[in-house]
């Protein structure tokens, strides 16, 4: 995996975030670059608990529906906090959702592999981290692909954004090297797991990458203008009761 460890005055910002930015308002912009330019530690996945039961239903190039039915009968509640449930709620319907797309979204013919790992492509300036969650290796053919499992109904996050998600995991199999395999992106694709729907990638309009060149232009100019909040202390007004003198 391509690896890079950007400074903190080089623009960077994850797949996700960047496809919010392209369909945001000029404020959310602000909003989402501060978030990655003074990020407060490790953030665990929201579909954590669903993603990890899809990975662990692949067997081969197809997921195992008995593996999602029992596992989903181990996924609640465990808290009382209604965040905690709405939570646990989400992740449960996801994997309702995916079970009837489960033979769709097979990855591709070959040696399956899951991966864990984020990497980072650097386009136009920006550092970008991707991760593909399934990697298909079809040596037959001297190919590899990837599939990524994407979750549409967490931060509202549109059809569109979907599509630029999928645009830079095809960048990255395409400056990628996979041990002398070529990227085959028409077996690429991008499975939302709310919506049901299937993206390959020689089905993007090509005005996406308009949208992303210009989107990784203004990421460059608002960078070193984005500042942390100031934390002011607060002033206490004097007590009713406190003499003047």
């Not at 960047?18 to 407060?40: C, D, G, M, W």
């Amino acid at each position: 995996m391509i690896k890079h460890l950007p400074n903190q005055e080089e623009p960077r910002i994850t797949a996700k975030a960047l496809a919010t930015f392209v369909y945001s308002s000029e404020n959310a912009r602000k909003r989402i670059l501060r978030a990655q330019k003074f990020a407060q530690g490790f953030r665990m996945s929201y579909y954590k608990s669903a993603e990890a039961l899809i990975l662990r239903s692949l067997s081969g190039n197809r997921f195992d529906r008995s593996v999602l039915a029992d596992g989903l009968k181990n996924i609640q509640p465990k808290k009382e906090s209604k965040q905690h449930k709405a939570r646990v709620k989400n992740n449960r319907a996801a994997i309702s959702m995916f079970e009837e797309i489960a033979d769709l979204a097979a990855p591709e013919l070959g040696e399956i592999t899951t991966n864990l790992n984020n990497s980072t492509i650097i386009i136009d300036g920006v550092a970008i981290s991707v991760r593909p969650e399934i990697v298909s290796k079809n040596k037959s053919l001297g190919t590899f692909s990837y599939t990524k499992l994407h979750f549409s109904k967490e931060n509202k996050i549109s059809a569109d954004a979907a599509e630029i998600v999928l645009l830079l995991m095809l960048r990255l199999g395409q400056m990628q090297p996979e041990s002398g395999l070529s990227f085959d992106l028409q077996k690429s694709k991008l499975i939302d797991c709310f919506t049901k729907n299937i993206v390959f990638g020689h089905n993007l309009e090509r005005y996406r990458e308009r949208q992303l060149a210009q989107s990784l232009k203004e990421i460059r100019a608002m960078w070193p203008l984005i500042q942390e909040r100031d934390v002011r202390p607060r002033q206490i007004a004097p007590s009713k009761s406190a003499k003047l003198y």
